[in-house]
């Protein structure tokens, strides 16, 4: 069974940076797309980044586009998303989540799997 286990939130001020890690257990990540999810008090869970198997495919919300990138070592059963220039606004709990996906290509739906999430606080 693949659990998932994020790391690396904490308390920034607005314009720094933080990198999550999302590490794998239970099973290799190599047919797995991965995605970061966001979500902040008193709003919905919001895609943020995912990333194909191979790495080659990302996307990423159009809010954190510039901002945010999205990796993976598969060897590490990890995959990361440095977050740059940081606002208040990005505040929330991260999560990231896996599905079995073998296309080149990921969305920002359908995962299955899911970690318990990293506190994010953006403020001064």
Avoid: H
């Avoid at 990302?58 to 995959?79: E, L, M, P, Q």
């Amino acid at each position: 069974q693949l659990q998932l286990v994020e790391s690396g939130g904490g308390l920034v001020q607005p314009g720094g940076s933080l990198r999550l890690s999302c590490a794998a257990s239970g099973s290799t990540l190599d047919y797995y797309a991965i995605g970061w999810f966001r979500q902040a008090p008193g709003k919905e869970r919001e895609g943020v980044s995912c990333i194909s198997r191979s790495g080659d495919g990302t996307n990423y919300a159009d809010s954190v586009k510039g901002r945010f990138t999205i990796s993976r070592d598969n060897a590490k059963n990890t995959v990361y998303l440095q977050m740059n220039s940081l606002k208040p606004e990005d505040t929330a709990v991260y999560y990231c989540a896996a599905v079995v996906n073998l296309k080149p290509a990921c969305v920002m739906r359908g995962y299955n799997y899911w970690g318990q999430g990293t506190q994010v606080t953006v403020s001064s």
